[in-house]
């Protein structure tokens, strides 16, 4: 069984007294950024609902069919503009990956995507009754009118169809149950769900068919986020693929079920890349061209080789092991915030890090890059049993060279978790004063958090990043 650092642990008790609560609930440094892109996103809003508005003749709004007819305007608008939205957010922007980081623009995409789904859905509905309200027919009927005597309605339906089938997909029940490849293919269908309600805007959508001033606003928004897909996902990556010619070197097992693959190219500098980071690889051999995966870099980019290190999960991981040294590697990044500027700068502190399962990768290379001596770093390595701590030796190595604090927090989950905040305080007892980075799966993470506020660390100083598609 792996043993702790010792030595550095009492050294990190005797830096600071009991654990102080924080005095009011701060918010963490880069949220700001967050809250920004989140106003940005809503103030689209009411500029959507202008478009509407501009649009409609005064007076028209004087029947309960009228009014019910331009609700169903209004939530297809809506969606209209929250689909956009949904695609520039997962354009792959450097600036949104890098600085407000890829769980948040994530996290925000599942949000929205839920009620896109239900603003569309709410669209076809509110319009089908006002119409037959309007034409007094039943519903049934008017479905059937709609599709076959208006323009790319039936465009307008496949759409729906689409948008539906991926909200199904994105559902915890179901999203648990896929293959990431699965998952991530479906979702591709959102570019064509986003074509097809494109041509059915402009054919029958009022808004647009009556206003070129507003056609040619909402094509420049369409054509911008175009764009920036095309830029960003695929000629971005094809020139940095093809520019750095990223090969596999060798395959190392680590593990039961685990395995490091080291890369080398060329002028790998020119990356920029920075522990704590990831990006999405994609290796050119036969039966894995076609699956692009999001893994972290487990050691520091160094000497024109890159290494990550990949677990078994059942979704195509485990045939990494098998791989060719000279395979040809692409791949799309690096991407991440969860990295060493994400610290206090004006007010360096004590980092403590927090890791679990896949989180090790990254916190791996952050615990061999931070500054500090002795026990400015401590890691705390979440495991429920011995054969889980990954990469153990290396970090044992890291810890005796730099002399920073290396404890093992093992146990199964429930009621005799280790991660609480009376353990947390035990292990690290100035953990009040200190900065935490927390990585590791979505239910450990938010484990993590809570218990790391209930021991008094200020939620501005908690750095979180959870593994979840």
Not at 385 to 399: G, K, M, N, R, S
């Amino acid at each position: 069984m792996p043993t702790a650092d010792t030595s550095t642990a009492r050294r990190a008790r005797h830096r600071g007294g009991p654990a102080r609560a924080a005095a009011v609930a701060e918010k963490p440094p880069g949220t700001w950024r967050s809250h920004g892109l989140l106003a940005v996103i809503c103030a689209g809003g009411p500029a959507v609902l202008f478009l509407w508005w501009q649009s409609t003749i005064p007076g028209s709004l004087n029947s309960g069919a009228a009014a019910v007819t331009a609700a169903g305007r209004i939530t297809g608008l809506l969606a209209a503009y929250l689909l956009l939205v949904l695609v520039a957010l997962m354009a792959r922007v450097p600036w949104l990956e890098n600085r407000i980081g890829s769980d948040v623009t994530t996290r925000y995409h599942r949000a929205l995507g839920e009620y896109t789904v239900v603003l569309v859905c709410a669209h076809a509905v509110l319009i089908t009754l006002g119409y037959a309200w309007q034409a007094h027919t039943n519903p049934v009927s008017q479905t059937g009118t709609l599709l076959t005597s208006y323009a790319d309605v039936w465009l307008a339906a496949i759409a729906l169809a689409l948008l539906v089938l991926v909200g199904l997909v994105s559902a915890r029940a179901v999203r648990s149950r896929m293959a990431y490849e699965s998952w991530y293919h479906i979702h591709l269908l959102v570019y064509v769900a986003m074509g097809l309600a494109f041509a059915h805007e402009f054919a029958v959508g009022t808004d647009f068919s009556t206003s070129a001033r507003n056609r040619l606003i909402w094509s420049a928004a369409h054509i911008a986020v175009g764009a920036a897909v095309v830029v960003f996902r695929l000629l971005m990556p094809a020139w940095r693929s093809l520019r750095h010619g990223l090969r596999l070197t060798h395959v190392v097992p680590e593990g039961p079920g685990v395995v490091s693959l080291y890369m080398a190219g060329r002028d790998l500098d020119a990356l920029r890349a920075e522990p704590g980071q990831f990006a999405r690889w994609r290796f050119l051999a036969r039966g894995h061209w076609w699956q692009s995966h999001p893994y972290s870099l487990s050691a520091p980019a160094a000497g024109g080789a890159l290494r990550i290190t990949v677990k078994d999960l059942g979704d195509g991981s485990a045939s990494l092991a098998a791989l060719r040294p000279g395979t040809r590697v692409w791949f799309e990044g690096p991407y991440g915030a969860f990295t060493a500027r994400r610290r206090d700068r004006a007010r360096p502190r004590p980092v403590l890090l927090i890791a679990g399962g896949a989180g090790i990768t990254p916190i791996r290379a952050l615990y061999e890059t931070l500054p500090g001596r002795g026990s400015d770093v401590v890691l705390l390595y979440r495991a429920s049993t011995p054969a889980d701590l990954v990469l153990y030796h290396e970090l044992q190595a890291i810890a005796a060279r730099r002399g920073f604090g290396l404890l093992p927090l093992l146990g199964s989950r429930g009621r005799d978790d280790p991660l609480t905040a009376a353990r947390l305080r035990q292990a690290v007892p100035d953990l009040a004063e200190r900065e935490v980075f927390v990585c590791g799966p979505a239910g450990m993470t938010a484990a993590a958090r809570r218990e790391l506020r209930r021991a008094g660390v200020a939620r501005r100083r908690i750095h979180a990043e959870s593994f979840a598609f």
